[in-house]
């Protein structure tokens, strides 16, 4: 398990490349600890989940380099990745992670502008007279 494993995550706009290996539990983002780079608790939850699913949060040195979009995108992104890279480093948790859908990338992706309209769907006021 002293092996370094890496895999690539994408949500929406944002990428991120995670790379795993055993140590202490240390989790940097782009150089930054994760709660002081998403600092939001909930994205932290997000992306701590698939850790907590295979009972390996603290056990872990988890590095990533996170790019494009904002950060919730970005929380996403970093979940995926991770997924991948437990997957390829333990074959045998890949039902519990595929069960939960961190393996799938989210497909959602924003609607694009159309002419004519103030935003994708917004309309423009209406005026009778």
């Not at 940097?28 to 780079?37: C, H, I, R, S």
Request: glycine share 12%; with cysteine.
């Amino acid at each position: 398990m002293s092996s370094v494993i890496g895999a690539t995550g994408r949500r929406k706009e944002a990428t991120a490349r995670v790379t795993v290996k055993s140590g202490s539990g240390k989790f940097t983002v782009n150089g930054k600890p994760l709660a002081v780079y998403l600092c939001r608790e909930t994205l932290v939850m997000l992306v701590e989940q698939p850790l907590r699913l295979v009972d390996l949060l603290g056990r872990m040195d988890i590095e990533c380099r996170a790019a494009g979009g904002g950060l919730a995108g970005q929380a996403g992104a970093i979940r995926l990745g991770l997924s991948r890279a437990l997957v390829l480093l333990d074959s045998g948790v890949r039902t519990r992670l595929k069960k939960a859908g961190f393996l799938t990338r989210d497909p959602r992706m924003v609607e694009r502008k159309k002419y004519g309209l103030a935003k994708a769907r917004k309309r423009f006021q209406y005026s009778k007279r």
